[in-house]
């Protein structure tokens, strides 16, 4: 079964933003739909590990800006590789406005927006689906909207070039946001710890001979030869020969223990 065949699917791609006790956030997703004209319903359906999950079951509304050709990889970045639980997403964001719902849109990188309210929530397993009436909607410019298959052949940068992983060192690479796993198998319930696609969106990248240019940078080494530290939950890297017993991951918060010396 040839499961790439997925991606040939028309999604669209969408920042779905909340709010809860004054506190903004959202995550980018591609399964918002219209259910139905009359009434005007559409449909969301959010991992419930996102926070953005949790801020639309507690408060029944959410808005949906829907991305065009005009979003740039900064978009994806800002609200798709980090957790609201982590970061504050729209700290020193100027590219959206607070509507009359009392939620942001975004408005850089975006045609139209949908404010909605939820009237019924399924729960899918790992994901809910909520189905909620559209409370308003507007236009705000003529510029296509992205589809994924756009996204990932015009708007996420190209995958760093492999040659850089030990000799005959595994890489799974996931084919949404770049995240790297390193291990000789998959597991089949992995779910990429940035933007929470599965096992099935990984693939298989190796290297079979180290890098040849002459400047090539030893593994697990800075250009200054410090040693890299790689956090195993979310890829971020400390550099330094020691890594301090105290040290908390900066992006995901996990401890030392869950940190691998490249």
Known sequence: MDKKAMYKL????????????????????????QVTSSPNRISLTVNKDNLTHEMIQNTAKFNVSIISKAADFALFKRFGFQSGRDADKFAGYSGCRRLDNDLMCITEGTNAFISAKVCKALDLGTHTMFIADVTDMEVLDDTPSSTYEYYLSNIKPAPKAVGTAPDGQTIWRCTICGYEYVGEELPEDFVCPLCKHPASDFEKVTSSAPAEKEDAVPVGKTPEGKTVWRCTVCGYEYEGDKLPEDFECPICGVGPSEFEKV
């Open 10 to 33: 028309s999604y669209g791609l969408f920042v779905v933003t909340a709010r809860q006790d004054g506190f903004d956030n959202g995550c980018i997703t591609n399964t918002v739909g």
